[in-house]
């Protein structure tokens, strides 16, 4: 499966973001989908995970109330609707893509190129 995120840019703090992340090449509800972020010099952190179904939806702890994941079976796609931004949520977003539920990188086979999200402050 191929992945392409877009949707980042820059905002000031308070503000909100959704990033969308189109698949192709694959039947897309097969694939639990995630989003995760990197700042320089740190490992990508988890933010968020899907089920195939949309039915389990799981957080990393800051971004848990801010930020919601959702997805679109019919337009294989793949949303993160960030709300209340902060400064500390300034990274590169990632979405990826696997057969199988984790909260870890090394887990997930398939990967978009990233999109920047800027938070000032």
């Known amino acids: 499966v191929q992945l392409q995120a877009c949707g980042g840019g820059l905002v000031q703090a308070g503000g909100s973001l959704r990033l969308s992340c189109a698949a192709s090449?694959?039947?897309?509800?097969?694939?639990?989908m995630a989003w995760f972020r990197q700042t320089p010099g740190k490992e990508r952190e988890f933010v968020a995970l899907?089920?195939?179904?949309?039915?389990?939806?799981y957080y990393a702890d800051s971004v848990k109330g801010r930020f919601t994941i959702s997805r679109d079976n019919a337009r294989y796609t793949v949303y993160l609707q960030m709300n209340s931004l902060k400064p500390e949520d300034t990274a590169v977003y990632y979405c990826?893509?696997?057969?199988?539920?984790?909260?870890?990188?090394?887990?997930?086979?398939?990967w978009g190129q990233g999109t920047l999200v800027t938070v000032s402050s």
């Open positions: 990826a893509a696997d057969e199988y539920r984790a909260t870890t990188e090394q887990d997930y086979n398939y």
């Open positions: 090449g694959a039947i897309f509800s097969t694939y639990i």
């Open positions: 899907i089920s195939r179904n949309g039915g389990s939806i």
